[in-house]
């Protein structure tokens, strides 16, 4: 007989056994979602004064919505 996390088929064993892996992808997801942004804030609050900040701020938000979705087509058309 072998190690009964070997032969077991649950995802949640397999989860614990390569935790490793498992810490990895959830820190990966996080940094694209939350990391990036974050940079990029701190960029936009180094570089824009603040008179500016209240009229370019929504801009930057309005293109950052838009951006994923024109990057989409951009790229189905390839």
Not at 5 to 26: G, M
Not at 47 to 64: D, N, S
């Amino acid at each position: 007989m072998g190690n009964s996390l070997e032969t077991s088929s649950s995802p949640l064993l397999a989860l614990l056994r390569h935790w490793t892996f498992s810490l990895y992808f959830v820190v990966s997801e996080i940094w694209a979602s939350a990391g990036i942004p974050l940079l990029f804030w701190q960029c936009a609050n180094d570089v824009t004064p603040l008179e500016q900040a209240k009229r370019f701020y929504p801009l930057f938000a309005v293109f950052g919505n838009l951006a994923p979705i024109a990057s989409g087509k951009i790229m189905t058309g390839l």
